[in-house]
């Protein structure tokens, strides 16, 4: 266990990383990401003096200035939450899977989760946050046993092609099902498709408080299961000599990613590429043992959506680009880049 | 017909293209080449501003993000898809509450009923609907004198 193999064909420069390289990483990570909080805090498409940032941070809202950004700190807080979730159920996935391309957007289980919530709102007028959030939990978790099985079929298993094939058309697939569903209803459609982009637009401390359980139940049993990961990483069969139940490891692991997904789903919408582009940043930076990747991949997921969420309201004044066009500018390349390179292979 | 309603002369009006309770960071209206708002413009509603502006660029729809909810002081109607669960949640949208048009609730609602395809008026629909969509306005325009 002392030399990881991918870890030293991964590059000479990152071989034999050792612990305090990893920590300073993670304090730069934490450090990066409070300062983006303030920066997300004091920048949008309003410009806001000090004065009035104080004054909000403080609870006045008496002028529009300080409402603004009294609007902007729970958005924050939503993007910090949901950027950790989802850079988190990234790593897990790929984790899970050994398949680099893996990625809540990429598996389907963003649009299975979509799915659950359009069927809920079009067919059984769904409003209660709570059943939101249910719903697009067993919608993401449908999708995601759905997809495993399509991949699992015909030889050699579910090898990473397969699955981010079969991830791809039933993406695709749940998507023309979700636009069938909301074309009849003229005064839903708008709203459904803004919120099939993707954004944390809609954060308020209301709404945050509803889906926190469920996202600390997900950081929870995700964390915990760096171990099994690490474990799996060696391959199925030498995990089981090792004395890892490969099965039991995969499902708490999956169900963990399933959580964190479904319940940022249900309150952002779909937001994809963060789960795909954060767990190879992070390995890049801090290795792939999963103890460290793991916290790791879910500090880097905040700062990016963080990041990304500032700058679609930069960018635009005095419109917004919503936070899952940015990253789908961001992941687009370089989702193009992983599969180009040459050692794309199991993990 | 427009004559029994006076209070409808000279009024600014918007169409919001859709305002969801769970997401009010930004504020989508259709420009004056969009059908609905051409609609206005034959009952003697004007648009405002910001509306004109993003006509002029030749657009069928603009948004503004709800912290520039300032540029739109000058709108006297709003018309959206919606019930009342909307409304009070614009009232207590710190930054939504200060349109001029929410806090008059000089707003129209659009439901799944008949009148919901008011908006588009059709040869066929018109005579349906006019006069309801016609009422609601002149209110709207009442409230928010």
């Known amino acids: 266990m ?36 303030v920066l997300s805090v004091a920048f949008g498409t309003r410009d806001v003096g000090w004065n009035d940032i104080v004054a909000a941070v403080g609870g006045h809202i008496d002028s529009i200035g300080q409402a603004a950004v009294a609007v902007r700190i729970p958005r924050t807080l939503l993007a910090l939450l949901a950027g950790a979730a989802l850079g988190l159920a990234g790593a897990i996935m790929q984790g899970v899977t050994r398949n680099p391309l893996a990625d809540p957007g990429i598996l389907g289980v963003n649009m299975g989760a979509s799915l659950a919530v359009v069927i809920g709102v079009v067919w059984f007028d769904m409003t209660s946050a709570y059943a939101y959030i249910w719903v697009a939990i067993l919608g993401a978790g449908g999708a995601a046993v759905f997809v495993y099985t399509i991949g699992s079929l015909g030889r050699g298993g579910a090898t990473p092609l397969k699955l981010a094939l079969a991830g791809a058309a039933t993406s695709i697939a749940f998507s023309s099902l979700v636009m069938a569903l909301v074309l009849p209803r003229n005064d839903i459609a708008g709203s459904i498709q803004t919120w099939r982009i993707g954004g944390v637009g809609g954060a308020t401390f209301e709404s945050i408080s509803h889906v926190l359980p469920f996202l600390a139940v997900g950081f929870a049993i995700s964390l915990l299961s760096a ?17 890892e139940r490969v099965a039991f490891a995969r499902a708490t692991a999956a169900l963990g990613a399933i959580l964190l997904c479904g319940a940022t ?12 582009v954060v767990p190879h940043l992070c390995r890049l930076l801090i290795g792939v043992d999963h103890r460290w990747l793991l916290p790791f991949s879910a500090l880097n997921g905040a700062c990016l959506l963080i990041a990304a969420d500032i700058a679609g309201r930069v960018i635009a004044r005095p419109a917004e680009i919503e936070v899952g066009i940015v990253t789908a500018f961001i992941g687009a390349p370089f989702f193009i880049w992983i599969v180009r390179r040459q050692r794309v292979r199991e993990l | 017909m427009i004559a029994g309603y006076p209070e409808l002369e000279g009024k600014t009006a918007m169409f919001i293209t ?14 004056d080449n969009d059908s609905r708002v051409k609609f206005f413009t034959d009952l003697g509603l004007r648009s405002p501003k910001r509306v004109m502006e993003a006509s002029e660029a030749g657009r069928f729809s603009g948004s503004i993000s709800a912290e520039r909810v300032d540029l739109f ?39 799944r009923n008949p009148l919901g395809t008011a908006a588009n008026p059709t040869p066929l629909s018109i005579s349906w ?17």
């Open chain 2, 18 to 31: 859709h305002l969801d309770a769970t997401n009010l960071s930004t504020v989508s209206f259709y420009t």
């Open chain 2, 129 to 145: 609907v006019l006069e309801d969509y016609v009422a609601l306005l002149a209110e709207a325009a009442r409230k928010s004198q």
């Open chain 1, 265 to 276: 789903t249900a309150i952002c919408g779909p937001i994809g590429f963060l789960g795909l």
């Open chain 1, 2 to 37: 002392t030399a990881d193999p991918i870890e030293a064909s991964g590059g000479a420069a990152f071989a034999g990383r050792s612990n305090s390289l990893r920590i300073l990483w993670l304090a730069a990570m934490i450090f990066a990401c409070i300062v983006l909080c």
């Open chain 2, 73 to 111: 002081d000058d709108v006297d109607i709003l018309v959206t898809y919606g019930d009342r669960n909307l409304i009070e949640a614009l009232r207590a949208n710190p930054l939504m509450s200060r349109m001029p048009a929410v806090a008059n609730d000089a707003v129209v609602l659009l439901g």
């Open chain 1, 227 to 243: 171990r099994k990961l690490n474990s799996l990483a060696l391959g199925d069969d030498l995990a089981a000599g090792l004395g």
